[in-house]
């Protein structure tokens, strides 16, 4: 059934179809609709889960992680600072190896102080061993938050649903929301495996010395790796359920393109429209969509970019004192390409704090990217700021 | 879709996440810590603040619990009679109960008066053989002698109890009014006293109707004569007709007659011996004034009298005394006053009144009831013993100077009360217990007043005495647990349920009881607003909130056990315990 509704409830009812059983949240800024939306379904009696409220997102997150250790499927969400509080709880969340789930609401970091989309606050947690996966689309926020149920249940581990500040969180599209039955077909309840047992006590998260850490370590890198499979898996799954796939990246009308664009989150849309105008002029522009950032989709990215004769990175972020997070990324993936396929990689830098991405803005990095060969590859170039 | 690993799946040598391979209980985390937690119990301020000695806080835990039956073995065990001081009690427990710096304080008094008078429902218990040879004599069935009785009684003795009166329970019977203290209540609650093998001669005043001389067959005699001359109000003509003490009055009156008081009743004084004689010239008929000499600040009578006598229609006429009495007929007629003021304050710390030089009045007055004090009457007592104008001089359990007779109540120096009284029966019993034991050749230490009080100031326990306490205590220490020792953040306010009275216009129809206390139901209610202040009530905070899960349930139900070999020593149990039952200690030491 198609309704009209926003990213925050199309989060809510993503988590409400997979049926979680403990939410935990700080009910106060940066906190969002989504549990708002959760509270009120377990308070009517249309959700069996426990909710728990807490003071802190840090509580928040560690209460997820006890309701996870003992076998509980735990969901909560947050946003910006909120999601920097958890920062410790994190670390706990994938290295204990549970499969909490969580939707963060891409907000700037303060100071200043703002409410507005860009992508720092989750990229500042980049490195905590959480898979993180971007949308672009309220139906995508939807199918992915009952995919990643699956996808941190199969491997282990924690997945970050990640949605734009307003341009998604408050902004509403129609969204086809799956029936319960199909939902249940698809995530049955969770069997854990890594669990408290009160039948054979353990501690968990005990002291780990340097004989076992490094091997703790690498199971742990082992399972996002694993993670890499299983998140193409279970796409190929629901598409097969619903119609709708996306892959850990997606590729749109790269065709014979001179230049591609590499984007996520909502400037996508906005990019295949450019995509598609500059397409009717006949120009080879093309378009490519990151949505899984960790594991990072190395293999799929120097496939699709091996090659083509120039690549605009566009980055919703900014890791001062170094430059665009994805571009630096793509071009550690690239490096490894045979010269004459390793393609030139222009960063660009845009919409922080919320600023908005027009099809003006990217027509401008098409246009500095295809007339502009001298520019630098390795400076990324900030755009639409004031001179 | 599973394919991740089960805890025991080890790859590269390891498992999937950091889990030990065993529970955790070889990690001896206790060794760590510098102090460690201990459960000990303290005083709840209410039982060191109660004149008797109740265990009030442990009474209450009880009724929290549901057990009515181990409240009231509990109370009974300090207090004769629950019924009798439930109803005339100040409650002075109340003035210092932690509560009142959170809300309000527990209504203790109407705890104990529901408690007493489910005892009174009780079917009375068979007679009682005394278990021990040696007999005592009790000078007066107030409430110093019922107590002294009733504990010796307990204690294994017999006893027999001399009262002058044509009823048992002195003050009780004679002074208070009915209106706040049933009479037939009183009776019931004697005799299930009496039940405990007590003999109790009523119109047989030691010195005229039983001689001095017939004492002389007890091993041990206990004087509790109580006050009842009643002190002179000092005025020119104070012997006109129509002037009379107003404890004579009252006694009148609660031996069933109805004096003609005429229309005009002024009563002098501010105790509540005034207030007694007031309120019921009110109900006699008669318009009443009270004369007192200072401010309504300085009344001793409580606030709870004043303001019943103020709501039901007494008039007042503060810093006034009483001159000259004027006779019409040779009756009264008239009161002339000479109004005063405040001066310097006297020995009592209350400023002294003094007259106001040409400021005389008269009130009409019908009758004059004095009430400015009672004084005792040394010279009925037939022994030698030491005394100055107002007290007999006695040690701390009543021993007078001839190590024979011990003495109590409102003849010893101590406040005029009768949970003062009920006390002082108490320690009195307590001291020849141990003098009579010793005496037999038992090895008996002598009262220490310190270790067998409530705190530093309350009064000496039966029970500790006995060494017989049914209440299981964690490492009891005698000190009272002030509020701020509390942790109020596991309280809930709740108001106090307030007693219920009868209206005024019932009130002054007759002898009607006013203070109607609570339902059983609100009563009990009320006694789960109690604290248990000091004393662990397993609650199990400490249990819930030991990080270590290093605290455990007897199997017995008695309280706690705290694994030391884990226990931390962080400290949060101790913080978390509402009640300030719980310390710190060094470790080791």
Same mark, same amino acid.
Not at chain 1, 227 to 232: E, I, P
């Given at each position: 059934m198609k309704k009209v509704i926003v990213g925050n409830h199309a989060v809510a009812k993503g988590a409400q179809l997979a049926r979680v059983e403990v939410i935990s949240a700080y009910p106060i800024t940066p906190q969002t609709q989504i549990v708002e939306e959760l509270s009120e379904l377990c308070a009517d009696g249309k959700l069996a889960a426990k909710f728990i409220k807490v003071e802190s997102e840090h509580s928040a997150m560690a209460a997820c992680i006890g309701a996870s250790a003992v076998g509980a499927r735990a969901f909560t969400a947050t946003s910006a600072q909120g999601l920097a509080l958890m920062h410790e709880l994190l670390h706990w969340a994938a290295g204990g190896r549970h499969p909490v789930v969580m939707a963060d609401v891409n907000r700037a970091m303060a100071p200043g102080w703002s409410i507005w989309t860009d992508q720092n606050d989750s990229l500042s947690q980049r490195d905590t061993g959480w898979i993180q996966l971007y949308c672009e689309t309220n139906q995508e926020v939807l199918d992915t938050t009952i995919q990643a149920f699956k996808l941190a249940e199969t491997v282990d581990l924690p997945v970050m649903v990640i949605l734009d500040a307003f341009f998604l969180s408050h902004t509403s599209e129609p969204v086809d929301i799956p029936e319960q039955d199909l939902v249940d077909g698809f995530l049955p309840r969770r069997e854990a495996r890594l669990k408290l047992d009160v039948d054979d006590p353990r501690a968990f998260g005990a002291l780990a010395r340097p004989d076992v850490y490094m091997e703790m370590r690498l199971r742990q890198q082992e399972a996002m790796e694993e993670a890499r499979r299983v998140m193409v898996e279970v796409d190929a799954e629901w598409k097969q359920l619903t119609g709708r796939g996306y892959g850990p990246i997606e590729c749109y009308r790269t065709e014979d393109a001179k230049l591609l664009l590499v984007t996520s989150g909502t400037m996508t849309s906005t990019a295949r429209f450019v995509v598609n105008e500059l397409r009717d002029r006949d120009e080879k522009v093309g378009l490519v969509k990151v949505k899984m950032f960790r594991p990072f989709p190395t293999d799929d990215l120097r496939r699709v970019l091996a090659g083509v004769p120039r690549v605009a990175v566009l980055d919703r972020n900014i890791s001062p004192g170094h430059g665009g997070i994805f571009a630096e990324e793509i071009r550690s993936a690239l490096y490894d390409l045979p010269p004459a396929e390793r393609p030139p990689l222009h960063g660009y830098v845009l919409g922080l704090g919320g600023r908005d991405v027009t099809p003006e803005v990217i027509r401008d990095v098409v246009v500095r990217s295809l007339e502009s060969p001298a520019a630098s590859e390795r400076e990324d170039l900030w755009v639409g700021v004031n001179s | 879709?599973?394919?991740?690993?089960?805890?025991?799946?080890?790859?590269?040598?390891?498992?999937?996440?950091?889990?030990?391979?065993?529970?955790?209980?070889?990690?001896?985390?206790?060794?760590?810590?510098?102090?460690?937690?201990?459960?000990?119990?303290?005083?709840?301020?209410?039982? $060191?603040?109660?004149?008797?000695?109740?265990?009030?806080?442990?009474?209450?835990?009880?009724?929290?619990?549901?057990?009515?039956?181990?409240?009231?073995?509990?109370?009974?065990? &300090?207090?004769?009679?629950?019924?009798?001081?439930?109803? %005339?009690?100040?409650?002075?427990?109340?003035?210092?109960?932690?509560?009142?710096?959170?809300? $309000?304080?527990?209504?203790?008094?109407?705890? &104990?008066?529901?408690?007493?008078?489910?005892?009174?429902?009780?079917?009375?218990?068979?007679?009682?053989?005394?278990?021990?040879?040696?007999? %005592?004599?009790?000078?007066?069935?107030?409430?110093?002698?019922?107590?002294?009785?009733?504990?010796?009684?307990?204690?294994?003795?017999?006893?027999?109890?001399?009262?002058?009166?044509? $009823?048992?329970?002195?003050?009780?019977?004679?002074?208070?009014?009915?209106?706040?203290?049933?009479?037939?209540?009183?009776?019931?609650?004697?005799?299930?006293?009496?039940?405990?093998?007590?003999?109790?001669?009523?119109?047989?005043?030691?010195?005229?109707?039983?001689?001095?001389?017939?004492?002389?067959?007890?091993?041990?005699?206990?004087?509790?004569?109580?006050?009842?001359?009643?002190?002179?109000?000092?005025?020119?003509?104070?012997?006109?007709?129509?002037?009379?003490?107003?404890?004579?009055?009252?006694? &009148?009156v609660n031996l069933g007659g109805r004096p003609e008081l005429g229309r005009r009743v002024v009563v002098v004084g501010g105790g509540n011996t005034a207030m007694d004689c007031a309120r019921t010239a009110l109900r006699l008929g008669s318009e009443t004034l009270v004369l007192y000499r200072r401010t309504r600040a300085e009344m001793p009578a409580t606030d709870e009298e004043v303001e019943e006598a103020q709501a039901e229609g007494v008039q007042f006429q503060f810093l006034a005394a009483p001159v000259r009495a004027k006779s019409k007929d040779g009756r009264l007629s008239g009161v002339e006053c000479i109004r005063m003021k405040l001066g310097e304050a006297d020995a009592s710390g209350r400023r002294r009144p003094v007259p106001i030089p040409g400021s005389e009045f008269t009130v009409p007055a019908d009758t004059l009831l004095g009430a400015i004090g009672e004084g005792p009457d040394f010279e009925a007592l037939g022994a030698d013993l030491d005394h100055d104008d107002w007290t007999l001089a006695t040690d701390a359990f009543g021993t007078t100077t001839d190590a024979r007779i011990t003495a109590g109540g409102d003849i010893i120096d101590q406040p005029h009360t009768v949970a003062h009284a009920l006390g002082a029966g108490k320690r009195a019993a307590v001291a020849i217990d141990a003098r009579l034991r010793r005496e037999a050749g038992e090895t008996v230490d002598a009262p220490d007043l310190a270790a067998l009080r409530y705190g530093r100031l309350g009064n000496v326990t039966a029970t500790r005495w006995r060494g017989d306490d049914p209440v299981v205590r964690n490492g009891a220490v005698n000190k009272v647990v002030p509020y701020e020792e509390l942790n109020p953040a596991h309280f809930t306010p709740v108001r106090v349920h307030p007693d219920r009275r009868l209206s005024v216009e019932r009130s002054l129809e007759g002898f009607d009881e006013v203070n109607l206390g609570l339902t059983r139901e609100l009563a009990m209610a009320e006694a789960r607003r109690c604290f248990n202040c000091g004393v662990c009530n397993r609650c199990e905070l400490c249990l819930i909130f030991c990080p270590d899960v290093a605290i455990s349930r007897r199997p017995d139900g008695t309280g706690f056990e705290i694994d030391y070999d884990h226990c931390k020593g962080c400290g949060l149990c101790n913080a978390e315990c509402p009640r300030g039952a719980m310390a710190m200690t060094r470790e080791g030491l």
């Amino acid at each position: 059934m198609k309704k009209v509704i926003v990213g925050n409830h199309a989060v809510a009812k993503g988590a409400q179809l997979a049926r979680v059983e403990v939410i935990s949240a700080y009910p106060i800024t940066p906190q969002t609709q989504i549990v708002e939306e959760l509270s009120e379904l377990c308070a009517d009696g249309k959700l069996a889960a426990k909710f728990i409220k807490v003071e802190s997102e840090h509580s928040a997150m560690a209460a997820c992680i006890g309701a996870s250790a003992v076998g509980a499927r735990a969901f909560t969400a947050t946003s910006a600072q909120g999601l920097a509080l958890m920062h410790e709880l994190l670390h706990w969340a994938a290295g204990g190896r549970h499969p909490v789930v969580m939707a963060d609401v891409n907000r700037a970091m303060a100071p200043g102080w703002s409410i507005w989309t860009d992508q720092n606050d989750s990229l500042s947690q980049r490195d905590t061993g959480w898979i993180q996966l971007y949308c672009e689309t309220n139906q995508e926020v939807l199918d992915t938050t009952i995919q990643a149920f699956k996808l941190a249940e199969t491997v282990d581990l924690p997945v970050m649903v990640i949605l734009d500040a307003f341009f998604l969180s408050h902004t509403s599209e129609p969204v086809d929301i799956p029936e319960q039955d199909l939902v249940d077909g698809f995530l049955p309840r969770r069997e854990a495996r890594l669990k408290l047992d009160v039948d054979d006590p353990r501690a968990f998260g005990a002291l780990a010395r340097p004989d076992v850490y490094m091997e703790m370590r690498l199971r742990q890198q082992e399972a996002m790796e694993e993670a890499r499979r299983v998140m193409v898996e279970v796409d190929a799954e629901w598409k097969q359920l619903t119609g709708r796939g996306y892959g850990p990246i997606e590729c749109y009308r790269t065709e014979d393109a001179k230049l591609l664009l590499v984007t996520s989150g909502t400037m996508t849309s906005t990019a295949r429209f450019v995509v598609n105008e500059l397409r009717d002029r006949d120009e080879k522009v093309g378009l490519v969509k990151v949505k899984m950032f960790r594991p990072f989709p190395t293999d799929d990215l120097r496939r699709v970019l091996a090659g083509v004769p120039r690549v605009a990175v566009l980055d919703r972020n900014i890791s001062p004192g170094h430059g665009g997070i994805f571009a630096e990324e793509i071009r550690s993936a690239l490096y490894d390409l045979p010269p004459a396929e390793r393609p030139p990689l222009h960063g660009y830098v845009l919409g922080l704090g919320g600023r908005d991405v027009t099809p003006e803005v990217i027509r401008d990095v098409v246009v500095r990217s295809l007339e502009s060969p001298a520019a630098s590859e390795r400076e990324d170039l900030w755009v639409g700021v004031n001179s | 879709m599973s394919r991740g690993a089960p805890i025991t799946d080890r790859v590269h040598g390891v498992p999937p996440v950091a889990v030990s391979d065993s529970d955790t209980t070889v990690n001896r985390t206790g060794s760590w810590k510098y102090i460690r937690p201990v459960y000990r119990d303290r005083v709840a301020p209410c039982n $060191e603040g109660c004149p008797v000695g109740i265990d009030i806080e442990a009474y209450m835990n009880e009724l929290r619990e549901g057990r009515v039956d181990a409240a009231l073995a509990l109370l009974l065990r &300090e207090n004769p009679m629950p019924a009798v001081t439930g109803r %005339v009690c100040y409650h002075p427990c109340e003035s210092v109960c932690n509560r009142r710096n959170y809300d $309000e304080s527990v209504s203790i008094h109407a705890v &104990e008066r529901a408690l007493g008078d489910m005892a009174l429902e009780a079917p009375p218990a068979p007679p009682e053989t005394p278990t021990r040879k040696e007999r %005592v004599a009790v000078i007066g069935s107030g409430p110093a002698g019922l107590a002294c009785a009733f504990h010796l009684a307990r204690f294994g003795y017999g006893v027999t109890v001399f009262e002058a009166a044509p $009823e048992p329970g002195g003050i009780l019977r004679l002074g208070i009014p009915e209106y706040r203290l049933p009479k037939d209540l009183l009776a019931r609650e004697i005799a299930r006293i009496q039940s405990l093998g007590i003999t109790i001669k009523t119109n047989a005043r030691v010195g005229a109707d039983v001689p001095w001389t017939a004492l002389d067959a007890f091993d041990a005699v206990f004087v509790g004569t109580g006050v009842h001359r009643s002190l002179s109000v000092g005025m020119e003509s104070e012997d006109t007709p129509g002037i009379r003490p107003g404890l004579g009055f009252l006694q &009148e009156v609660n031996l069933g007659g109805r004096p003609e008081l005429g229309r005009r009743v002024v009563v002098v004084g501010g105790g509540n011996t005034a207030m007694d004689c007031a309120r019921t010239a009110l109900r006699l008929g008669s318009e009443t004034l009270v004369l007192y000499r200072r401010t309504r600040a300085e009344m001793p009578a409580t606030d709870e009298e004043v303001e019943e006598a103020q709501a039901e229609g007494v008039q007042f006429q503060f810093l006034a005394a009483p001159v000259r009495a004027k006779s019409k007929d040779g009756r009264l007629s008239g009161v002339e006053c000479i109004r005063m003021k405040l001066g310097e304050a006297d020995a009592s710390g209350r400023r002294r009144p003094v007259p106001i030089p040409g400021s005389e009045f008269t009130v009409p007055a019908d009758t004059l009831l004095g009430a400015i004090g009672e004084g005792p009457d040394f010279e009925a007592l037939g022994a030698d013993l030491d005394h100055d104008d107002w007290t007999l001089a006695t040690d701390a359990f009543g021993t007078t100077t001839d190590a024979r007779i011990t003495a109590g109540g409102d003849i010893i120096d101590q406040p005029h009360t009768v949970a003062h009284a009920l006390g002082a029966g108490k320690r009195a019993a307590v001291a020849i217990d141990a003098r009579l034991r010793r005496e037999a050749g038992e090895t008996v230490d002598a009262p220490d007043l310190a270790a067998l009080r409530y705190g530093r100031l309350g009064n000496v326990t039966a029970t500790r005495w006995r060494g017989d306490d049914p209440v299981v205590r964690n490492g009891a220490v005698n000190k009272v647990v002030p509020y701020e020792e509390l942790n109020p953040a596991h309280f809930t306010p709740v108001r106090v349920h307030p007693d219920r009275r009868l209206s005024v216009e019932r009130s002054l129809e007759g002898f009607d009881e006013v203070n109607l206390g609570l339902t059983r139901e609100l009563a009990m209610a009320e006694a789960r607003r109690c604290f248990n202040c000091g004393v662990c009530n397993r609650c199990e905070l400490c249990l819930i909130f030991c990080p270590d899960v290093a605290i455990s349930r007897r199997p017995d139900g008695t309280g706690f056990e705290i694994d030391y070999d884990h226990c931390k020593g962080c400290g949060l149990c101790n913080a978390e315990c509402p009640r300030g039952a719980m310390a710190m200690t060094r470790e080791g030491l």
